[in-house]
């Protein structure tokens, strides 16, 4: 990706808990912003591919607030038993030692607690820890230069009244407030809340058929195209593209992989569909494409952006040459 877009190396901030040493050296040759550190061995490992290539690594330490954020357990990111980050305890002492190693460059501190989280509370609680840190770094005579926030800020999955501009105001206000004075450059990562809302998933009915007292809405589109339903349960809401006249009924909405778990919705009431009708699976345009598969030997869709009236495909069709490209043997044993 940084080949592709050089000129944008400079804005681009590198996160993760599994960042190996060629990653680390090519991001280092790029001259990306900094690197989002997850743990003391990785801020050992990049001192040495910096001071390897004869530079320094600015890096920010993704630190862990202890802040609960109402969101699944499977995408809450901000507690001290998680994967993720460092105690932000443990933080100040790793700073000071890192600030006289000549691979690295202390540049700011990192924070990020989950996803989908619908209050702003959690997001200024937070902060205001970040914050805190950085006075103390501060007056240890180490002043960084960015703060990021990371992301999670939620979007409405429910159909149900939601107000983004309000939304993003409250958070706004939180982070505001959390920061206070401090000087340096505030970064954001607030995907979800952008593109979620705008992107759908359109399947077609293959079959409506009854086992027992269930019915089910067999589509061509399955857990492979987007998984969030099968992962954890997540919640999207599904609509006939064009309605037909009857009363909402209750439905297994499923794919045809060959496995249970693959659902879209259970038990959900949907208006009267027919084999070969088209179905819209809302706010797909998060962790849609981005989490697809093709597990069962299946071919991702295409993607088509829409602007008002026209339409643009963004991503072809993939195509059976395409899933049997990386399995077929060049040159000899």
Not at 66 to 72: P, R
Not at 104 to 131: C, K, N, T, W, Y
Not at 242 to 261: F, L, M, N, Q, S
């Amino acid at each position: 990706m940084l080949r592709a877009a050089p000129k944008a190396a400079g804005r681009v901030v590198f996160s993760g808990v599994g960042k190996t040493a060629a990653e680390i050296d090519k991001a280092l040759a790029a001259q990306i912003l900094e690197f989002n550190v997850e743990s003391e061995t990785e801020l050992e490992l990049l001192s040495v591919r910096a001071r390897k290539l004869k530079t320094r690594a600015r890096f920010a330490l993704r630190v862990n607030p202890d802040v609960f954020a109402e969101t699944h357990p499977y995408i809450s990111t901000g507690l001290r038993e998680h994967k993720f980050g460092i105690d932000i305890r443990r933080a100040l002492r790793i700073y000071r030692q890192a600030s006289g190693d000549r691979g690295l460059e202390p540049h700011g501190v990192s924070v990020h607690i989950g996803s989908q989280i619908r209050s702003a509370d959690p997001f200024g609680a937070a902060l205001e820890r970040v914050a805190k840190l950085a006075r103390q770094l501060q007056n240890a005579g180490i002043a960084l230069k960015a703060i990021d926030a990371g992301g999670g800020l939620g979007i409405d999955y429910h159909n149900e009244d939601f107000d983004p501009a309000t939304k993003v105001r409250e958070y706004a206000a939180a982070i505001e407030k959390a920061l206070g004075t401090f000087p340096g450059r505030l970064l954001l990562e607030p995907g979800r809340f952008l593109v979620g809302q705008a992107g759908a998933l359109v399947a077609r009915v293959l079959h409506v058929k009854r086992n027992g007292s269930k019915t089910f809405v067999i589509t061509d589109a399955a857990m492979n195209d987007l998984i969030r339903p099968a992962l954890y349960q997540a919640f999207h809401e599904i609509v006939p593209v064009r309605p037909r006249v009857g009363k909402a009924r209750p439905v297994d909405i499923v794919g045809p992989v060959c496995e249970t778990g693959d659902f879209f919705a259970r038990d959900r009431l949907l208006k009267p569909v027919k084999s070969g009708d088209l179905v819209a699976l809302l706010d797909a345009g998060a962790y849609g494409m981005a989490l697809s598969s093709n597990y069962n030997s299946r071919l991702r869709p295409a993607e088509v952006l829409i602007e008002g009236r026209r339409s643009r495909l963004i991503r072809r069709r993939e195509t059976i040459a395409d899933l049997l490209a990386p399995e077929l043997v060049t040159g000899k044993y």
